[in-house]
């Protein structure tokens, strides 16, 4: 998951990314303010944004408009000091506000695994198929599945989000540290390694081409 800090100074955003990373495999980049932010989200995918509120509502709902007009699945959280604005935040798009404990990273972290408890996940268990995302293994039907580096990163992205279809882009965007260096090409031969060690064990795919759009995981 490729998450989005806007507004915390330095060490506070690698606290609340120590905090996070213990429920989630993420990618934390930080912006200082809604304009850079802007830059961020020009060239990368998001599943979560955590904004602190700067006071301009303005720059906050052109944003927000911005964000969820590219990919409205992406989670906005914003954190503010002011409880009464609650009503109007939430009127811009936002998806949560927190206005108690914005100083506590642990705290805002649970807050997140709150929102996005559905990509939470330390194994996926299908069938006979078990990814254990945390050590990094797969078995079927107690056969071990050799996968490593990226190609189990990719398996697993797309197994915790089973049904939903990714195109090359998003999965580089949640992958990769520096995204505008990766091709598509580097996707594509990723896909075919998982999908020939795959059948060679199971018998069958579980990555899907979805024509135009992207890969997704059915089992």
């Known amino acids: 998951m490729r998450i989005l800090t806007v507004g915390f100074d330095e060490e506070f955003a690698e606290e609340v ?3 996070i990373g213990k429920y989630f495999i993420c ?3 930080s ?12 060239f990368r995918y998001y599943e979560l944004i955590i904004i602190v509120d700067e006071g301009v509502q303005f ?5 927000v408009n911005e964000i969820k007009k590219k990919k409205k699945e992406t ?3 914003l954190l503010t000091e002011q409880a009464e604005k609650q009503r109007d935040f939430f009127a811009l798009g936002v998806d949560d506000v927190v206005f108690n ?3 506590e990273p642990d705290l805002i972290a649970a807050r997140v695994l709150a929102n996005m408890r559905n990509l939470y996940g330390t194994k996926v268990d299908i069938g006979k198929l078990c990814i254990d995302i945390a050590n990094k293994k797969i078995e079927y039907d107690d056969k071990i599945v ?17 049904q939903r279809v990714f195109s090359k882009d998003e999965i580089i965007n949640a992958l990769w540290e520096e995204p505008e260096y990766v091709s598509d090409n580097t996707v594509e031969v990723a896909i ?5 060690r795959l059948k060679s064990i199971l018998g069958f795919q579980v990555i899907h081409t979805v024509r135009r759009r992207g890969y997704k995981f059915s089992y």
Request: net charge neutral.
């Open 192 to 196: 075919n390694q998982i999908r020939k």
């Open 17 to 19: 990314e120590e905090e």
């Open 146 to 162: 050799s996968l490593n580096g990226k190609t189990f990163d990719i398996l697993a992205y797309l197994a915790l989000r089973k």
């Open 75 to 77: 989670k906005i959280i």
């Open 31 to 42: 912006a200082k303010d809604l304009y850079d932010a802007s830059n961020f989200t020009y």
């Open 101 to 103: 404990h914005i100083y």
């Open 27 to 29: 990618i934390v980049d």
């Open 59 to 63: 720059s906050l709902e052109r944003y």
